[in-house]
């Protein structure tokens, strides 16, 4: 089948302590985002890649870190110098093929800091 | 500055009791714009993409609608299958790139009870 998975799916994290979130995707789309999503907001871009060994920073990239050595592959890491990083995080993929722009996303990860 | 506001925050409706909801959007060019579904502690699932005003697409009981300011989902007869999320998200066009960069509403809640 393919798709976008992200693990793990609840991560819990004490303060000080960097994590790293996982999404992999075998769709073969060439762009991948990073999302964060908070209670009563829209989701808001961290960080995304269009080709591998590129990476822009979104809206809210401070404290957030990502590397893209694999198509496939598009980790996340959330530092100690996020302030406030419980949230639930969603990675997603686009294709712009057919002529259409879509972008498709994972089940997501609940980070939780203790 | 981008921007997409959504409306209702939420709504109840009865099964059968047909409506809208609205997301009303500000872009300096529009690339697209984008409807899905969200279910509680899942991502995000694609329903439609939007390119031109006067532009339609129909997906089962969901009909979506755009203007040159804002964009209607449509709910026909809805079921208590369709209680969800539904968040818009617009893409703009910045200079000559095609970053893929969505702006996300805070979404609207949708409760169909039987």
């Known amino acids: 089948d393919g798709g976008i998975t992200q693990s793990p799916k609840y991560l819990f994290r004490k303060e000080g302590q960097n994590v790293t979130l996982s999404c992999e995707q075998n769709?073969?789309?060439?762009?991948m985002y990073w999302y964060r999503q908070d209670p009563g907001q829209g989701l808001r871009l961290i960080y995304y890649s269009q080709i591998v060994n590129d990476f822009q920073k979104g809206d809210i990239a401070e404290g957030y870190s990502v590397s893209r050595e694999k198509k496939e592959s598009f980790p996340l890491t959330v530092t100690s110098a996020q302030k406030n990083p419980t949230a639930f995080y969603l990675c997603?993929?686009?294709?712009?093929?057919?002529?259409?722009?879509?972008?498709?996303f994972g089940p997501g990860t609940r980070l939780t800091v203790l | 500055e981008d921007q997409v506001t959504q409306s209702p925050e939420a709504l109840r409706l009865q099964e059968g009791e047909s409506s809208s909801l609205n997301c009303s959007y500000t872009v300096s060019g529009l690339r697209g714009l984008f409807w899905y579904r969200q279910d509680p502690g899942k991502g995000p699932e694609f329903l439609f993409t939007?390119?031109?005003a006067g532009e339609e697409k129909e997906k089962e009981r969901l009909k979506a609608t755009l203007t040159k300011k804002e964009s209607f989902l449509h709910i026909t007869a809805p079921k208590p299958e369709d209680s969800a999320t539904y968040l818009c998200a617009v893409q703009g066009v910045v200079g000559s790139s095609n970053t893929g960069k969505l702006i996300f509403g805070q979404g609207t809640t949708l409760q169909v009870k039987p």
């Open positions: 997603a993929s686009r294709t712009t093929s057919g002529g259409g722009d879509t972008q498709y």
């Open positions: 769709l073969n789309h060439d762009a």
């Open positions: 939007l390119y031109s």
